[in-house]
Structures are given as C-alpha cells and as structure tokens.
T-cell receptor, first 115, second 112 residues
Framework: DAGVIQSPRHEVTEMGQEVTLRCKPI?????LFWYRQTMMRGLELLIY????????DSGMPEDRFSAKMPNASFSTLKIQPSEPRDSAVYFC?????????????FGPGTRLTVT | AQSVTQLDSQVPVFEEAPVELRCNYS??????LFWYVQYPNQGLQLLLK??????LVKGINGFEAEFNKSQTSFHLRKPSVHISDTAEYFC??????????FGAGTTVTVRA
C-alpha cells in the first residue's frame, strides 16, 4: 500500500483565499483524522471520521474550517477565508479500528503558508 | 481526559551514547500508549506501542519503552544512538474514543 497520501505537499496562499487540503487514507481503514502542527500549539486533533461520518469536530478552530469525507478513499479540509495564523503543517492519519489496529498511520503532511 | 507531558524539550546526545526520553501521562481509563518519531519534513511514524501485557515494549530501530503504572510513566530508551536518530519524538495516549493526545515533543540531536 502507498500509505496515506496528502496533497499538495506545500501551499502558499494570500490571506482571504480559500485553501483545500486533500487526503487519501489507506485502503480499508475506517477512521480518518485531521491534525494541525504548529510550534506554539504542537499537534492538535481537528476532526475525525468513522466510516465517512464526522464523529468529533470539537478541535476545529472556527467556522472558517470545514472538513468532508464524501467516500472511504477521500477527505478534504477547507479553510475559507484563510488567515496568516492558519499557517501550519496539516496531517491526515488513518486507522483500521474495526480490524483491531490501535495505530494511526500518518501522511507526509501539507505545509500551509498564508501571507 | 487524557494528557501527556514530555519532560524534556531538547536532548543533545553524542553518537553511540544512550538516550532516555521521559513521558508522563494522566488517564482515567484504560491506557494505550505510543511513541512516534518525526524526521525533518516528514509525517509521524510509530516507534512502539503499549496496549497490555509486558511492561517492557520493544520497537523499531532499537528503541524500547517501559510502562510504569504506579509512576504513570512511559519513558523511551535506546542504548546506543546513531546520527540518523536525530528527529523529534512524540509520546501519545489514546482514549476510548480512539483519539490520540500528544505531548509537546522532544527534539533529539545526535552529534558525532
């Protein structure tokens, strides 16, 4: 398996623009997690899905952030409008909970810079 | 709620020397503990995990960790480090709803 795939790897955008981050989880995994990593706040869980259904979005910072999972092989995290404080590395991770795995497999991340 | 404290933010160490990274957790439920490693500009990779059973857990790349319930600790060790072990290391605890709570991370810098 290719592992968790994220795109783009790097994104530079101007304040006020819409940003869409994409994630393809490992095939067969039933849980998908979105994290944000910054120097100030470390690794924060934003939202997670089980079988494409959002379970807990309490970590989403504000209404400018939204996430969807239209099917088992694709998820997006959207920021609209973006602000400089959204600059961070965003990770997607997936897990095979139904299969008895306790591990989360992380993608390489998307480094977002908002100017 | 679960939380994790990594007691050292930076650990410089010489090549072939031992290293220990300290992690303390708080949890009111069953404990599942993990150590992840993040190499520069990469995602997180699992080093090892404690789910149950033996309190000494062996992982990849020669790392091991010991679960100590009375001290609520899960310290990571390696007897002899390599330059390639330079990375950031994260301790994490998993809750019953499958969420991971991460510590702030420990940066290990291995010098020749």
């Amino acid at each position: 398996d290719a592992g968790v795939i994220q795109s783009p790897r790097h994104e530079v955008t101007e304040m006020g623009q819409e940003v869409t981050l994409r994630c393809k989880p490992i095939s067969g995994h039933d849980y998908l997690f979105w994290y944000r990593q910054t120097m100030m706040r470390g690794l924060e869980l934003l939202i997670y899905f089980n079988n494409n259904v959002p379970i807990d979005d309490s970590g989403m910072p504000e209404d400018r952030f939204s996430a969807k999972m239209p099917n088992a092989s694709f998820s997006t995290l959207k920021i609209q409008p973006s602000e400089p404080r959204d600059s961070a590395v965003y990770f997607c991770a997936s897990s095979d909970i139904a299969g008895g795995s306790y591990e989360q497999y992380f993608g390489p991340g998307t480094r977002l810079t908002v100017t | 709620a679960q939380s994790v404290t990594q007691l050292d933010s930076q650990v410089p160490v010489f090549e072939e020397a031992p290293v220990e990274l300290r992690c303390n957790y708080s949890s009111s439920v069953s404990v599942y503990l993990f150590w992840y490693v993040q190499y520069p500009n990469q995602g997180l990779q699992l080093l090892l995990k404690y789910l149950s059973g033996s309190t000494l857990v062996k992982g990849i790349n020669g790392f091991e960790a010991e679960f100590n319930k009375s001290q609520t600790s899960f310290h990571l060790r390696k007897p002899s480090v390599h330059i390639s072990d330079t990375a950031e290391y994260f301790c994490a605890v998993r809750s019953n709803d499958y969420k991971l709570s991460f510590g702030a991370g420990t940066t290990v810098t291995v010098r020749a």
